[in-house]
């Protein structure tokens, strides 16, 4: 005689919530997979070509074709390329400098635009993102016109100005987000146990913003480092900064 339980487990059907949790199931993994292969995809695109330019510096020849295995270039590099110091001693002077204005004119911008209301003060919020979409080049021959005009030599002094100019958005961005998400009470607490404007600002809103503030700092000191268009339309004799340098080694070897 057969086992009317085993009969009945057979006839039984998945519940319809079951089917449901199944396919969104299979759904899922089809997107982590296609999640997978693109973030695959995107580190090889970013990846690969630094390989290849570090496995290229170990060729004993100039060209792309691998001769041999040395340290020549690292050896002229180190040894023979005085430039190259002074061009990177110019790229960190003006990148700590530019970005540490751009950081404190950045956060004190985006503590009175957020927190203040005034007359303007959606015009300056639009205005403020104007050197985050134009053009490299535009802003540089615009630079280049107002350094002209009121006759300022180009130097490290004119690259600065640039620099500060162009990253002085980006610390507002990031800072602006954290201000954004501050607890007003946190003020009123400060001032009911004493403290006073100065000290509510270095003690309770310093610190609450300060994930924004290290953020946009290192995001300009980032794009003042890499920064080869603007810097070649503002720069002058003498302040040759690393990327300038480079680009002209690879030009004219």
Same mark, same amino acid.
């Given at each position: 005689?057969?086992?009317?339980?085993?009969?009945?487990?057979?006839?039984?059907?998945?519940?319809?919530?079951?089917?449901?949790? =199944?396919?969104?199931?299979?759904?899922?993994?089809?997107?982590?997979?296609?999640?997978?292969?693109?973030?695959?995809?995107?580190?090889?695109?970013?990846?690969?070509?630094?390989?290849?330019?570090?496995?290229?510096?170990?060729?004993?020849? =100039?060209?792309?074709?691998?001769?041999?295995?040395?340290?020549?270039?690292?050896? =002229?590099?180190?040894?023979?390329?005085?430039?190259?110091?002074?061009?990177?001693?110019?790229?960190?002077?003006?990148?700590?400098?530019?970005?540490?204005?751009?950081?404190?004119?950045?956060?004190?911008?985006?503590?009175?635009?957020?927190?203040?209301?005034?007359?303007?003060?959606?015009?300056?919020?639009?205005?403020?993102?104007?050197?985050?979409?134009?053009?490299?080049?535009?802003?540089?021959?615009?630079?280049?016109?107002?350094?002209?005009?009121?006759?300022?030599?180009?130097?490290?002094?004119?690259?600065?100005?640039?620099?500060?100019?162009?990253?002085?958005?980006?610390?507002?961005?990031?800072?602006?987000?954290?201000?954004?998400?501050?607890?007003?009470?946190?003020?009123?607490?400060?001032?009911?146990?004493?403290?006073?404007?100065?000290?509510?600002?270095?003690?309770?809103?310093?610190?609450?913003?300060?994930?924004?503030?290290?953020?946009?700092?290192?995001?300009?000191?980032?794009?003042?480092?890499?920064?080869?268009?603007?810097?070649?339309?503002?720069?002058?004799?003498?302040?040759?900064?690393?990327?300038?340098?480079?680009?002209?080694?690879?030009?004219?070897?």
């Amino acid at each position: 005689m057969k086992n009317p339980f085993k009969l009945f487990a057979k006839k039984q059907k998945p519940s319809e919530p079951a089917r449901h949790a =199944k396919r969104e199931w299979r759904k899922h993994e089809g997107r982590v997979s296609f999640s997978k292969t693109v973030l695959a995809l995107s580190l090889m695109f970013l990846f690969i070509p630094l390989f290849v330019i570090i496995f290229y510096s170990f060729n004993e020849s =100039k060209d792309t074709t691998f001769t041999g295995f040395s340290f020549v270039w690292y050896e =002229k590099l180190f040894l023979d390329s005085g430039d190259l110091w002074s061009s990177l001693w110019n790229s960190l002077f003006v990148a700590i400098t530019s970005s540490l204005t751009a950081t404190v004119l950045g956060t004190l911008a985006a503590i009175g635009i957020t927190w203040y209301k005034f007359f303007g003060k959606s015009y300056i919020q639009s205005i403020s993102f104007l050197p985050m979409v134009l053009p490299e080049v535009i802003m540089g021959v615009s630079l280049l016109i107002f350094f002209s005009g009121i006759k300022l030599s180009l130097g490290l002094f004119t690259i600065f100005i640039a620099h500060t100019t162009f990253c002085l958005p980006f610390v507002y961005l990031m800072v602006s987000a954290r201000v954004d998400e501050f607890d007003y009470s946190i003020i009123e607490a400060s001032h009911d146990l004493g403290a006073n404007e100065v000290q509510t600002l270095f003690k309770v809103i310093i610190p609450a913003i300060m994930p924004g503030i290290l953020s946009g700092f290192m995001m300009s000191v980032t794009m003042s480092l890499e920064d080869y268009v603007i810097t070649s339309l503002v720069s002058g004799p003498g302040s040759t900064t690393l990327p300038l340098y480079v680009y002209s080694m690879i030009r004219f070897g």
